[in-house]
C-alpha cells in the first residue's frame, strides 16, 4: 500500500473538488469530535476554569447575559400559557422535531455514500461532481440504512447479554462479584467494539461500492480486514495522527479568536451595547461557519483516506 499517495492524493482532491468538504459537513463530522477524536477523553475542568478566567469574553459574556435575561423575561411574560397548555402546539413541535431528525439522517446518510462514490469515481478517472455524487448516494440509501440497523445489532445485542450476568449479581446484593465481573464485561466489550470499529468502515464501502447487501458486506469486509489488518490499521493510526494534529491545530486558533473577539467585542460594547452585542453575534456565527467548514474537510479527507485505502487493498 502506497501511503505517502494516498494521503497526498486525498488533499489533492480536496483542494480541486470544494464540493468534498459540503459533504463532508453534512456526513455528520463536529467540531468536539475534532477535538477529541479517537480518545473519547474529556477536557479537564480545572484548566478550563484557568482558560475561563484568563478569556476576556468574560466580562462581555455577562454583559451580554444580562442582556439576553432581560429580553428572555419580556418574552416569556409575553407568551400565553394558553399556546402552551393546546395538544395542538405540542404536536406541531415534536412534529418539527421529528421531521428535522429525519432530515438530518438522509443526509448524513446519502453524503456518506455520496462521499465514497465520489473518490471512488475520481479514481477511475470519472468526471463527479455533487450532483452525480449525491444521486449516488440516494440510489444506496435504504441499503446503507438497513446496514446501519445491523450494526447496532452487533453493537447492542452483545452489551444485552453481557448486561444479564451483572444484573443478577446486583439484584441478589452480590455487590463485589457484580463490580469484578462488570468490569471484566466492560473489557471484553471494548475490545469487541473496537474490532468492530475496525472493519466496519471497509464493510461499508463494500456496501457502496461492491453491490452487496448489508450482512454480506459485514462478511466481506472482516474477512478483508482480517487479511490486511496490518495495513489497514497503520492506515487507521495515520489517520488518528492528522486528526488530533488537526484539533490540536483548532484548538490554537480557536483560543487566539475567543482573545481577539473579546477584545474587539469590548471595545464595541464601550460605544454602545446594541452595537457590541450585533459585532459579536455575526462574528461569532462567522466563526463557528469557518470551523464547521474545517470540520467537514477532515471528515472529508478521512473518508477519502479509507476509500483509496479500500481499493488499494481490494486489487
Not at 110 to 135: H, P, Q, R, Y
Not at 207 to 220: C, I
Request: a positive charge; hydrophobic letters at 55%.
Amino acid at each position: 500500500m502506497e501511503y505517502g499517495k494516498i494521503l497526498i492524493k486525498s488533499w489533492q482532491y480536496l483542494k480541486r473538488y470544494k464540493y468534498l468538504w459540503f459533504l463532508g459537513l453534512l456526513a455528520g463530522n463536529s467540531i468536539n469530535s475534532v477535538f477529541y477524536s479517537g480518545n473519547g477523553s474529556q477536557p479537564d475542568l480545572e484548566q478550563i476554569d484557568g482558560l475561563k478566567k484568563l478569556n476576556p469574553l468574560n466580562s462581555t459574556g455577562e454583559l451580554v447575559s444580562a442582556n439576553v435575561e432581560r429580553a428572555g423575561k419580556v418574552l416569556g411574560e409575553n407568551i400565553s400559557n394558553s399556546y402552551t397548555e393546546q395538544p395542538l402546539f405540542w404536536g406541531t413541535i415534536v412534529l418539527i422535531i421529528l421531521v428535522l431528525l429525519i432530515l438530518a439522517i438522509y443526509l448524513s446518510i446519502t453524503s456518506k455514500g455520496a462521499l465514497v462514490f465520489s473518490i471512488d469515481g475520481l479514481e477511475d478517472g470519472k468526471k463527479m461532481d455533487l450532483k452525480t455524487s449525491w444521486a449516488l448516494g440516494h440510489e444506496f440509501f435504504w441499503r446503507r440504512v438497513s446496514f446501519a440497523l445491523l450494526v447496532f445489532v452487533l453493537y447492542f445485542v452483545p452489551l444485552l447479554i453481557l448486561s444479564i450476568p451483572v444484573i443478577v449479581l446486583a439484584v441478589f446484593e452480590m455487590v463485589i462479584p457484580a463490580v469484578i465481573l462488570g468490569i471484566l464485561l466492560c473489557l471484553v466489550y471494548f475490545a469487541y467494539s473496537v474490532y468492530l470499529s475496525l472493519f466496519i468502515p471497509y464493510a461499508e464501502r463494500i456496501l457502496f461500492l461492491g453491490g452487496k447487501n448489508a450482512y454480506d458486506a459485514l462478511k466481506s469486509g472482516l474477512k478483508t480486514f482480517n487479511h490486511n489488518w496490518k495495513e489497514l490499521i497503520l492506515i487507521y493510526l495515520i489517520i488518528l495522527g492528522i486528526t488530533l494534529a488537526f484539533g490540536i491545530a483548532l484548538a490554537i486558533v480557536f483560543f487566539l479568536l475567543l482573545v481577539v473577539l473579546g477584545l474587539m467585542s469590548l471595545l464595541f460594547y464601550s460605544i454602545s451595547s446594541i452595537l457590541g452585542i450585533i459585532v459579536i453575534s455575526i462574528l461569532g456565527i462567522a466563526v463557528l461557519l469557518l470551523f464547521a467548514i474545517a470540520g467537514g474537510g477532515i471528515s472529508a479527507y478521512s473518508s477519502s483516506v479509507l476509500t483509496m485505502a479500500y481499493r488499494s487493498v481490494r486489487k
